[in-house]
């Protein structure tokens, strides 16, 4: 039911979803039917969502997503580089280098 051209029936199953999503929470189920979403491919569709032309689907989409399905922690990936005592940002450019350093 996501993948239809028609906005409103979009919109109406991705409210029915997130209704079934914060009822699972509820009842403490939220794992398993996250599992199965994901399972079917459905997670995947939804994603596909958030580039909807239409505002309102792609908030409904995001919305689930951020809500339901956040990123794992081995998934989040720290990209601002250590900082040392005086706010500077220390940056560890010898682990980059081969060993034996560069040869051209």
């Given at each position: 039911m996501l993948d239809v051209k028609e906005a409103k029936i979009v919109m109406i199953s991705l409210d029915a979803l997130n209704n079934i999503l914060i009822a699972a929470d509820k009842l403490e189920q939220k794992p398993k039917i996250t599992a199965v979403i994901e399972q079917i491919g459905a997670l995947d569709t939804i994603e596909k969502l958030q580039t909807h032309t239409n505002e309102e689907i792609y908030q409904k989409a995001l919305n689930i997503i951020d809500n339901h399905f956040p990123l794992e922690e081995e998934e989040i990936v720290?990209?601002?580089?250590?900082?040392?005592?005086?706010?500077?940002?220390?940056?560890?450019v010898a682990a980059s280098q081969p060993v034996g350093g560069f040869k051209f």
């Amino acid at each position: 039911m996501l993948d239809v051209k028609e906005a409103k029936i979009v919109m109406i199953s991705l409210d029915a979803l997130n209704n079934i999503l914060i009822a699972a929470d509820k009842l403490e189920q939220k794992p398993k039917i996250t599992a199965v979403i994901e399972q079917i491919g459905a997670l995947d569709t939804i994603e596909k969502l958030q580039t909807h032309t239409n505002e309102e689907i792609y908030q409904k989409a995001l919305n689930i997503i951020d809500n339901h399905f956040p990123l794992e922690e081995e998934e989040i990936v720290e990209i601002m580089p250590e900082t040392n005592p005086q706010g500077n940002f220390q940056l560890n450019v010898a682990a980059s280098q081969p060993v034996g350093g560069f040869k051209f």
